[in-house]
């Protein structure tokens, strides 16, 4: 079994309203599409039989506010 104290990283979209050149994942307003709310229950489901139970569900990828 995996320690509990990780923590699971949702990259939820790589686009993005901006186009930095410095960014590490290429993210861009024309880039990716957008992880379903069904794919993220399923992808924290199979974390959680994991083990990966962590305090801390950090939701990212791109401007994952844009949504």
Do not use: N
Not at 24 to 53: H, N, Q
């Amino acid at each position: 079994m995996m320690p509990t104290e990780r923590y699971i990283e949702l990259d939820v979209t790589y686009r993005c309203s901006a186009r930095c050149q410095h960014c590490c994942w290429a993210c861009s307003p024309t880039t990716g599409s957008v992880m379903s709310v069904e794919d993220a229950r399923r992808f924290i489901a199979e974390a959680k039989k994991l083990g990966l139970t962590g305090q801390q569900i950090t939701i990212t990828g791109g401007e994952a506010m844009l949504y």
